[in-house]
T-cell receptor, first 111, second 111 residues
Framework: DQQVKQNSPSLSVQEGRISILNCDYT??????FLWYKKYPAEGPTFLIS?????DKNEDGRFTVFLNKSAKHLSLHIVPSQPGDSAVYFC??????????FGKGTTLSVSS | DAMVIQNPRYQVTQFGKPVTLSCSQT?????MYWYQQKSSQAPKLLFH???????NEADTPDNFQSRRPNTSFCFLDIRSPGLGDAAMYLC??????????FGPGTRLTVL
């Protein structure tokens, strides 16, 4: 029973274009959402987060959007760069509990 | 730089031979986590320490144990590794239940 789902295992984008990674969740009690980026043979690196009281958070090229009614969040990367090629994990938590991760989406950015 | 360090990065053990993985942190965070990640899967939480309080996930096998002798160090002991325990083991830390920061992981191979 996956509470956090990343339905696209992979995404390919050209350099300079927008990358949109999607994540759906089932638990309406989740109040904090995060995106992590993972290169091969390394641990996940925190990228950006959003609280459930917001619907958008922006940090440079990275923007996370939260649609609570749809239980959906997305990560936008604009413009995409080859160095963005990695596995992106969506994670969510309910207050006072541990993070629950999705299975990840592998992003490939070609030059 | 404050960080999460895992040793060794690669560990090879024989079927049934006990193995210990280590994690240390310079972030002075009060929570430390151990995750197991298999290929193309979400990181799976095994257990976590809130200070010295140990919290085991319900589905973590008894074969997995953990020790946290002080704030900075946490160990994962696998008493009798099986072939199915081959995975990447990730250590993470956080302040309360805020953003988790991950180490680079230890890749465990069981022969």
């Amino acid at each position: 029973d996956q509470q956090v789902k990343q339905n696209s295992p992979s995404l390919s984008v050209q350099e300079g274009r927008i990358s949109i990674l999607n994540c759906d969740y089932t638990n309406s009690m989740f109040d904090y959402f995060l995106w992590y980026k993972k290169y091969p043979a390394e641990g996940p690196t925190f990228l950006i987060s959003i609280s459930s009281i917001k619907d958008k958070n922006e940090d440079g090229r990275f923007t996370v959007f939260l649609n609570k009614s749809a239980k959906h969040l997305s990560l936008h990367i604009v413009p995409s760069q080859p160095g963005d090629s990695a596995v992106y994990f969506c994670a969510a938590r309910q207050a006072g509990t541990a993070l629950i991760f999705g299975k990840g989406t592998t992003l490939s950015v070609s030059s | 730089d404050a960080m999460v360090i895992q040793n060794p990065r690669y560990q090879v053990t024989q079927f049934g031979k006990p193995v210990t993985l280590s994690c240390s942190q310079t972030l002075n965070h009060n929570v430390m986590y151990w995750y197991q990640q298999k290929s193309s899967q979400a990181p799976k939480l095994l257990f976590h320490y809130y200070d010295k309080d140990f919290n085991n996930e319900a589905d973590t096998p008894d074969n997995f144990q953990s020790r946290r002798p002080n704030t900075s160090f946490c160990f994962l002991d696998i008493r009798s590794p099986g072939l199915g325990d081959a995975a990447m083991y990730l250590c993470a830390t956080s302040e309360l239940t805020d953003t988790q920061y991950f180490g680079p992981g230890t890749r465990l191979t069981v022969l």
